[in-house]
């Protein structure tokens, strides 16, 4: 299912100035949201993230102009809050007391959070041992209701559509909702507003379940119909972790459908999905832009999530980091030139998944050891050997 906005209608009563005028944010694009005029948003001030210039990593990456869009500075520390302040709108409007959602930890995390703003009832399946820590503390601190599934997230979306089917007075809130994508796809309106009014010649995005790259798609081709950008649109690119990346795969052999994978596994968590609800729209998203599809080891994802946070201080939990990744992959294979404006959608906060960080610490050196280096190394020894008396 797919929204469709009566954009004729919307530009006839649209001034582009009332946009400039509002914050950057999700509501600043409120007439191409699906909810009606006389509803408050259900709101945690979600949107309006930064989009950082990426210098120095785009000097590794051999990319003049990179920059990232970093949807960790949401509310609950993912792009999933844009949908999730729509959906949640939606069900207000719809009058629903109780919300449900399949997750990988994101979704869930986000929903429990609005969910509780909104005074509702939520349901969260999520596979076990296969949630990430920060997010399984999200969803029980916001108090939803949180049920393990055996088996992965393929299998826990199978059954919450299921469970949703039976169960009128639920409301199911996974993007197969087509108002969450609603959401989701102001990133592409905040991205033309920040380059002033254009858009970037490439747009990053890790994929999963796959709503959130056709999502960003929809935003951009709303805006070529508003008369707002001109052609060329930006090439969507989507990456996927090599164990969990049946689009790409599709979008490699050319073929017309994906193959479920049945054991996706990959160190990013939250793509670990074999079986993606929206993998049409996603490739048509990448078809129609022009653009590709790519997949990256768990070791490119883990490399490129480093290389983000010490060279530009933005700390990515590992799904988030596949965009990198792919940029990395896709600029050294030459299918994205280095003078080329990439713009690289950075999804989660690293603080998501602490273990996946810790674990590959060496560990902390002792103080006599640190002062051991510093003796080997010559200078500054002595003035930092001063330092802890006075402190
Ligand atoms: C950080 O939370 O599917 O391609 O259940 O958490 O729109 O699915 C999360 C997905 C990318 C993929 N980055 O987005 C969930 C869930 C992060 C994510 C994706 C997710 P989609």
Sequence with gaps: MEVVCDLESIREGLKPSDWASRPLSVWRYRELLPIGRRIEPISLGEGGTSLHPCPRLGGMAGIRRLMVKNEGENPTGSFKDRGMT???TKALELGKGWVACASTGNTSASLAA???????RCTVLVPKGGVAYGKM???IAHGAEIVEVEGNFDRALGLVIELAAKTPELYLMNSVNPYRLEGQKTLALEVFDQLGGRAPDCVV?????AGNISAIWKGF???????LLKPPLPRMIGIQAEGAAPIAKAFKSGSSSIDPIERPATVATAIRIGKPASWKKALRAVRESGGLMEEVSDEEILSAQRALASKEGIFAEPASASSIAGLMKLRESGEISGDEVVVCVVTGHGLKDPDVVV???KGPMGFQEFLSSMMAMGAG???TQR???RA
């Design 86 to 88: 729509v959906g949640i």
């Design 114 to 120: 609005y969910a509780a703003r909104a005074g509702m």
């Design 137 to 139: 503390a999200q969803a």
């Design 205 to 209: 995005v890790p994929v999963g379940n």
């Design 221 to 227: 081709r709303e805006l070529e119909a508003l008369g």
């Design 359 to 361: 674990k590959s610490f």
């Design 381 to 383: 020894a002595r003035s």
């Design 387 to 389: 330092s802890p008396s």
